[in-house]
């Protein structure tokens, strides 16, 4: 249908206004698998935002560009929290290619992106410092490894990236001050060089469609003062889900703090969506309410973090969120 004919048939049958309960549908979602639709609530939105919000808290100066699809939980999900938080919102072009000239107009504080477009970031600065002289490789080569010195020791870096690294965020805006990764695994190699050339924290996030979106998220603050636990992680679980491990006989894990991640809460999805409308739930969750992603995760307890290191699936997650 083209959009004035869905103007048209709404004038010609209006509908009063009817405010949504917080059990009420909000979207049918496509996932991966069979079946695909994922039926999500406003409870589940709702809490999913606030948890995030509270996660990671945005100031109403904070301007984001929106390029992925907002059919994807991930998108949809920092749209709405930035809208929340009043910040500003800002769509791209369409067009990868234009990509990097609509961010030096947008000038984003906040970047989020699946593995991919940060792999691509990483590429393209070692691409460009090859094709450069030898003394500037050289002395970027100093630069680097003497502000991870200082980093490691936690000490200011201020001089180093006042000096060098200030000037690299300039072709994104020259604004940026948090990178989120989500969708697949981030390496630390490339994680640490973001933070490092950038000059602001690299935070991951893990969730699934059936879970509207993250039930880990790196924490800002324990980005900066807890640096090394983070590495390789996928954060901390969210308040609003319960997640626990549990043995994964037909790949022979049974070992403590590693599993099978499971999770119930206010943000875990009413069911699939079948024939005629009708949720399935049966068979989706056990006994006791907990849906079973398929992930395998280990647990630090030490560091209150969870690392993804491997799957039950059939399918493969590549870096740019695709199976």
């Known amino acids: 249908m083209s959009f004035d004919s869905v103007m048209k048939d709404g004038e010609a049958n209006p509908i009063a ?12 979602m496509f996932t991966s698998g069979d079946p695909k ?24 100066d904070d301007v984001y560009v929106s390029y992925l699809p907002l059919a994807h939980i991930m998108e949809h999900l920092c749209v709405l929290h930035l809208l929340i938080s009043g910040a500003s919102l800002g769509f791209w072009r ?8 609509d961010l030096k ?30 003394l500037r490789r050289l002395f970027f080569s100093y630069a680097y490894s003497a502000k991870r010195k200082q980093v490691e020791a936690g000490e200011d870096t201020a001089f180093w990236d006042k000096l ?25 190699k490339v994680s640490n060089f973001l933070k490092m050339c950038f000059c602001c924290p690299v935070i991951q996030a893990y969730g699934l469609t059936e ?24 954060g901390e679980p969210l308040d609003c889900s319960e997640i626990k491990l549990i043995p994964a006989p037909e790949m022979d894990i049974f070992e403590e703090n590693v599993g099978e991640v499971c999770v119930r809460g206010a943000n875990v999805f009413k069911g699939y969506y079948g024939e005629g409308g009708q949720i399935i739930s049966n068979g989706v969750f056990d006994n006791e309410g907990w849906f079973h992603t398929g992930d ?8 209150s973090t969870l690392s993804i290191i491997d799957t039950k699936k059939n399918l493969f997650k590549l870096a740019q969120g695709e199976y």
């Open 296 to 303: 395998i995760a280990s647990w630090d307890p030490g560091s």
């Open 37 to 60: 639709g994922v039926v999500m609530s406003h409870r589940n939105l709702s809490t999913a935002c606030m948890s995030v919000a509270r996660a990671v808290p945005l100031e109403k």
């Open 105 to 134: 107009v947008l000038r984003p504080t906040i970047f989020a992106g699946v593995p991919s477009v940060f792999n691509r970031m990483y590429d393209g600065i070692h691409s460009n410092l090859l094709k450069s002289n030898p």
């Open 164 to 188: 060098v690294f200030n000037k690299m965020s300039d072709p994104i805006g020259g604004r940026i001050r948090l990178f989120l990764s989500a969708a697949a695994p981030l390496t630390p």
């Open 211 to 234: 879970t509207t979106g993250a039930l880990t998220l790196t924490r800002l603050e324990l980005v900066n003062s807890k640096p090394k636990q983070q590495i390789g992680t996928v």
């Open 17 to 28: 206004l009817a405010p949504p309960k917080l059990d009420s549908t909000y979207m049918v």
């Open 94 to 101: 369409g067009h990868i290619q234009t990509l990097w000239d």
